[in-house]
């Protein structure tokens, strides 16, 4: 005869699993252009890690304590958010989740975009993390102001040949098909930014546009 109380555990084992596979598969991120991540993030900093530490942000739906990773930051320059810097960033603590591993050995330092939370500002793989010494010199100049010019256009990302723009106000973006990675030209040395005639179109360089451009009509 059969235990309840071993069918019950073994019920519970499975569905501990089935949540853990599920959880193992969530996180899944569109890819996105750097000018993207900035129109859509609450901050947008150079920082420097200086510590690390797991910590607790209440309990789930099962009672659980919810882990979360802090990382301490030394903010270098911030280019989009409040007026007082940001010491501290939360992310979950597996890639699995979509957390984000930050090297706080060292004296790398990282762009980082987030979105400010009641309880502070929060980033995942979804966001735009990257070292500093990765990035092209065109795109941190952009953060000064070049990416903000352009936050009111959308940026398309093109999945496969032949694709097309639906409005004007977009770019085709296809770092994807043409380059075989979303690092490539367009992401690493073009901004969508508008013209005269309220279309958008890729421009490239990091200084201001040239007044023919903005006032051209055709792409």
């Known amino acids: 005869m059969n235990n309840p109380s071993n069918s019950i555990l073994a019920t519970l084992v499975v569905l501990l699993l089935w949540r853990v596979e599920e959880i193992a598969e969530a996180c899944s991120c ?55 810097a940001v010491e501290h960033i939360f992310t979950a603590p597996t890639s699995a989740m979509c957390g984000v591993s930050l090297d706080a050995d060292s004296s790398k330092e990282y762009l980082i975009t987030g979105k400010k939370e009641s309880d502070g500002v929060h980033v995942t793989l979804c966001d735009f993390v990257e070292p500093w010494g990765d990035l092209t010199h065109t795109q941190t100049l952009s953060l000064n102001a070049r990416y903000q010019s352009g936050c009111e256009c959308r940026i398309v990302r093109c999945p496969s040949l032949p694709c097309s723009i639906g409005a004007p106000e977009e770019c085709l973006w296809t770092d994807g098909v043409l380059d075989a990675s979303y690092h490539g030209k367009q992401a690493k040395y073009f901004t969508c930014i508008p013209r005269s005639d309220a279309s958008c179109n890729w421009y490239r360089g990091s200084h201001a546009p040239k007044k023919e451009f903005m006032d051209i009509e055709d792409p």
């Open 30 to 84: 569109s890819p996105m252009h750097p000018q993207q991540a900035f129109c859509n993030a609450d901050i947008v900093i150079r920082a420097k890690v200086v510590g690390r530490k797991e910590v607790s942000s209440g309990n789930d739906v099962y009672g659980d304590p919810i882990k979360r990773i802090r990382y301490d930051l030394k903010q270098i320059k911030m280019f989009k958010g409040p007026n007082e």
